[in-house]
């Protein structure tokens, strides 16, 4: 069996399924810990304009919103994104027309379930994000993700901090969102040095002094709060992490 | 800046509204301003009690000409006062804001001085939030009962939502409860507000919207006599007449000693039922009067949905590939979301029972009521679903640990507006 390992951009995924469609049975994997059978084969792709755009056009074809889609469930932070996103473009090209709201084919659901996890993470951190000031003022953001969402949040904070300066910065896959107070982008970034205005750790404690006060003590229902707000995303917000 | 102490104490008066929605509104942000509404709402964090933080509740002040026996903040009880100015609030919500700790501004107050000067205050309070420091966030401002209707309107014109509190669900019981709150002086200003709403709507009003989020209420459940039924006809008249957004229940929990409020509480259970038919009415297309007659309470063993079924057993099962939209959502266990992917999905092909649990539709209850392609799962007498469905809502019990026991909760009870 082939194992197709692309570098984990959608060009090379695209590039991949052209290669990967006349196989019977394969694998598209940007995982390069991939587990091998012994008769597995591994197939090293880089991106192909040739072969990304002819796939593009034949899923298009089919769907207009397909190539968005799978652009969007590639974000997932899933290890089976790929094959995930294979799948459903097989059945997309087998039946020819859009299949997104087919809800009871198994490649659909696994699917959309897959995009489900990455817009909910999303609207999840548009509320989790924690900005911090600096001294030059500047808002900084840093924060881990489970799924490469960073482009999709700028727009979001853009808008609503139109004349603010700040910075989202993705730790685990050392990328930045920079927005100048006209326009974002998006960039890698390593580690940052920032400097703290100095009101930051007043407004902090405000905050804490708020979350602890709003809260019903005699009605404690922990169970309920973490799975609203999953303790992996405690780390940075100030009225969780204790800092 | 505003200290530690004085933020504790204003909302301590604040956290026991219960309404935290800040969806509805989609505000757009000016040129140099902050912030804009997101129709869908946002929280932002969640306490350890399970409630989402989304607005920043506070309380103007908390020093009040009422003396009502119910309240925590009446004239007559000891506690500390403080009392904030608008550019406390406004520094604080801009701060908070910046740092994406919210999403917004929950302002209320108790009444000093008079009313009017009170509700000029939370105006003045907003006024400054959107012209000085061009906040283009959600602003829930409550109602001050009394206040001139002048300063009212010009207040809807800046925020998100209002919301003027019921209390109680009654004239009767507002008079003996809350005597200085009457009938018309909560529903005056909603008429008022309402016919502004739709005004804007009728003349296609795009820009400067009265309260784009609408209104909603609250009212205390338990402290006086009256029926679930009664409750519902309230609520779906509210509806109705008044256009509200959303009516809230918080259950009666004894704290203050009155010969004039029961001496126990209403139990949580009873306001989590009243919450699932007020959803019923508003999202699955029930009438009050298919979920509980006008004198009669909910059942507490059955959610409203199930206990409708089994009084019309006579309509079930439903085939899950041709029944209407309309019926599926009458089906037990079954809601929005879940009707939603049946109907889109049978579009394409017949579904079987292996196709629902795939698609994670829950069918511990919904089985004694469907049949697919035909065929029935569900136990056949009507005993033995009974029976069923009482151990399904087993589940339901687990959801409600979030509230302890009623007699250790604190106060429910909403005295500040």
Same mark, same amino acid.
């Given at each position: 069996? !082939?194992?197709?390992?692309?570098?984990?951009?959608?060009?090379?995924?695209?590039?991949?399924?052209?290669?990967?469609?006349?196989?019977?049975?394969?694998?598209?994997?940007?995982?390069?810990?991939? +587990?091998?059978?012994?008769?597995?084969?591994?197939?090293?792709?880089?991106?192909?304009? $040739?072969?990304?755009?002819?796939? +593009?056009?034949?899923?298009?074809?089919?769907?207009?919103?397909?190539?968005? *889609?799978?652009?969007?469930?590639?974000?997932?932070?899933?290890?089976?994104?790929?094959?995930?996103?294979?799948?459903?473009?097989?059945?997309?090209?087998?039946?020819?027309?859009?299949?997104?709201?087919?809800?009871?084919?198994?490649?659909?659901?696994?699917?959309?379930?897959?995009?489900?996890?990455?817009?909910?993470?999303?609207?999840?951190?548009?509320?989790?994000?924690?900005?911090?000031?600096?001294? $030059?003022?500047?808002?900084?953001? =840093?924060?881990?993700? *489970?799924?490469?969402?960073?482009?999709?949040?700028?727009?979001?904070?853009? $808008?609503?901090?139109?004349?603010?300066?700040?910075?989202?910065?993705?730790?685990?896959?050392?990328?930045?969102?920079?927005?100048?107070?006209?326009?974002?982008?998006?960039?890698?970034?390593?580690?940052?040095?920032?400097?703290?205005? $100095?009101?930051?750790?007043?407004?902090?404690?405000?905050?804490?002094?708020?979350?602890?006060?709003?809260?019903?003590?005699?009605? =404690?229902?922990?169970?309920?709060?973490?799975?609203?707000?999953?303790?992996?995303?405690? !780390?940075?917000?100030?009225?969780?992490?204790?800092? | 800046?505003?200290?530690?102490?004085?933020?504790?104490?204003?909302?301590?008066?604040?956290?026991?509204?219960?309404?935290?929605?800040?969806?509805?509104?989609?505000?757009?942000?000016?040129?140099?301003?902050?912030?804009?509404?997101?129709? %869908?709402?946002?929280?932002?964090?969640?306490?350890?009690?399970?409630?989402?933080?989304?607005?920043?509740?506070?309380?103007?002040?908390?020093?009040?000409?009422?003396?009502?026996?119910?309240? @925590?903040?009446?004239?007559?009880?000891?506690?500390?006062?403080?009392?904030?100015?608008?550019?406390?609030?406004?520094?604080?919500?801009?701060?908070?804001?910046?740092?994406?700790?919210?999403?917004?501004?929950?302002?209320?107050?108790?009444?000093?001085?008079?009313?009017?000067?009170? #509700?000029?205050?939370?105006?003045?309070?907003?006024?400054?939030?959107?012209?000085?420091?061009?906040?283009?966030?959600?602003?829930?401002?409550?109602?001050?009962?009394?206040?001139? %209707?002048?300063?009212?309107?010009?207040?809807?014109?800046?925020?998100?939502?209002?919301?003027?509190?019921?209390?109680?669900?009654?004239?009767?019981?507002?008079?003996? /409860?809350?005597?200085?709150?009457?009938?018309?002086?909560?529903?005056?200003?909603?008429?008022?507000?309402?016919?502004?709403?739709?005004?804007?709507?009728?003349?296609?009003?795009?820009?400067?919207?009265?309260?784009?989020?609408?209104?909603?209420?609250? #009212?205390?459940?338990?402290?006086?006599?009256?029926?679930?039924?009664?409750?519902?006809?309230?609520?779906?008249?509210?509806?109705?007449? #008044?256009?509200?957004?959303?009516?809230?229940?918080?259950?009666?929990? @004894?704290?203050?000693?009155?010969?004039?409020?029961?001496?126990?509480?209403?139990?949580?259970?009873?306001?989590?039922? /009243?919450?699932?038919?007020?959803?019923?009415?508003?999202?699955?297309?029930?009438?009050?009067?298919?979920?509980?007659?006008?004198?009669?309470?909910?059942?507490?063993?059955?959610?409203?949905?199930?206990?409708?079924?089994?009084?019309?057993?006579?309509?079930?099962?439903?085939?899950?590939?041709?029944?209407?939209?309309?019926?599926? /959502?009458?089906?037990?266990?079954?809601?929005?979301? %879940?009707?939603?992917?049946?109907?889109?999905?049978?579009?394409?092909?017949?579904?079987?029972?292996?196709?629902?649990?795939?698609?994670?539709?829950?069918?511990?209850?919904?089985?004694?009521?469907?049949?697919?392609?035909?065929?029935?799962?569900?136990?056949?007498?009507?005993?033995?679903?009974?029976?069923?469905?009482?151990?399904?809502?087993?589940?339901?019990?687990?959801?409600? %640990? #979030?509230?302890?026991?009623?007699?250790?909760?604190?106060?429910?009870?909403?005295?500040?507006?």
């Amino acid at each position: 069996m !082939k194992i197709f390992v692309t570098d984990g951009t959608a060009a090379a995924f695209f590039s991949a399924v052209f290669d990967a469609y006349r196989e019977k049975e394969c694998i598209i994997t940007s995982d390069s810990r991939v +587990q091998l059978a012994f008769d597995s084969e591994i197939v090293r792709i880089t991106s192909n304009r $040739e072969k990304n755009e002819r796939v +593009q056009n034949a899923a298009s074809k089919c769907d207009r919103h397909a190539v968005d *889609d799978v652009i969007l469930t590639l974000r997932s932070g899933d290890p089976s994104k790929e094959q995930t996103a294979f799948e459903y473009l097989k059945k997309l090209l087998e039946i020819k027309s859009p299949i997104s709201k087919m809800l009871s084919l198994p490649q659909v659901i696994e699917f959309n379930e897959t995009a489900r996890k990455v817009t909910g993470e999303v609207h999840m951190l548009k509320g989790l994000l924690r900005f911090m000031e600096s001294r $030059e003022g500047v808002l900084y953001a =840093p924060y881990s993700p *489970d799924n490469d969402i960073t482009d999709l949040l700028m727009p979001h904070f853009a $808008e609503r901090f139109k004349s603010e300066r700040f910075v989202i910065h993705d730790v685990k896959r050392k990328l930045a969102g920079m927005y100048d107070g006209h326009e974002w982008l998006t960039g890698y970034a390593g580690e940052a040095e920032v400097y703290l205005s $100095e009101y930051e750790q007043a407004f902090k404690n405000l905050w804490k002094k708020y979350y602890n006060s709003v809260n019903i003590k005699e009605r =404690p229902h922990i169970k309920q709060m973490k799975g609203y707000m999953p303790v992996r995303y405690w !780390k940075f917000l100030p009225e969780k992490n204790g800092n | 800046m505003i200290d530690e102490d004085k933020l504790e104490i204003l909302v301590e008066g604040a956290k026991y509204d219960v309404s935290c929605s800040s969806s509805g509104s989609r505000r757009a942000n000016v040129k140099g301003g902050i912030g804009n509404g997101s129709g %869908s709402g946002i929280c932002h964090s969640f306490t350890p009690d399970g409630r989402c933080i989304s607005l920043l509740k506070l309380l103007m002040s908390n020093e009040c000409i009422y003396d009502c026996e119910y309240c @925590p903040n009446r004239r007559s009880a000891d506690v500390r006062r403080a009392r904030l100015t608008p550019d406390e609030v406004c520094e604080l919500v801009i701060n908070f804001y910046k740092r994406n700790y919210i999403e917004g501004l929950f302002l209320s107050s108790a009444v000093f001085d008079s009313p009017d000067k009170t #509700m000029e205050l939370l105006y003045e309070t907003v006024l400054k939030l959107r012209k000085v420091y061009s906040f283009n966030g959600y602003i829930h401002l409550k109602g001050i009962p009394h206040a001139d %209707s002048a300063i009212v309107m010009k207040a809807a014109r800046l925020a998100d939502r209002m919301s003027y509190n019921i209390e109680l669900p009654s004239e009767q019981s507002l008079k003996l /409860l809350a005597p200085q709150k009457t009938k018309q002086s909560l529903l005056l200003p909603m008429k008022g507000l309402n016919e502004a709403i739709e005004y804007d709507k009728q003349n296609k009003v795009r820009h400067g919207k009265v309260l784009p989020a609408g209104q909603t209420t609250q #009212m205390i459940i338990g402290a006086s006599p009256e029926s679930d039924g009664q409750i519902l006809r309230l609520t779906e008249a509210l509806y109705n007449n #008044m256009k509200l957004k959303r009516v809230y229940y918080s259950s009666y929990v @004894p704290v203050v000693q009155s010969n004039k409020l029961p001496t126990v509480g209403a139990g949580l259970l009873r306001e989590h039922r /009243l919450y699932q038919a007020d959803w019923l009415i508003r999202f699955y297309g029930f009438n009050v009067s298919e979920i509980c007659e006008e004198g009669e309470n909910l059942s507490p063993e059955y959610d409203p949905k199930c206990a409708w079924a089994l009084r019309h057993m006579q309509l079930f099962p439903v085939e899950i590939n041709t029944a209407p939209l309309e019926m599926l /959502l009458r089906v037990p266990g079954i809601g929005a979301k %879940s009707a939603y992917r049946i109907t889109e999905a049978r579009r394409f092909c017949a579904l079987d029972f292996d196709n629902l649990a795939k698609m994670r539709i829950v069918l511990k209850r919904a089985k004694h009521f469907i049949t697919c392609k035909g065929k029935f799962y569900g136990s056949d007498s009507y005993s033995q679903i009974k029976c069923a469905l009482l151990l399904a809502s087993g589940g339901a019990n687990e959801q409600l %640990s #979030m509230f302890s026991e009623t007699s250790t909760a604190v106060s429910a009870l909403t005295g500040e507006l």
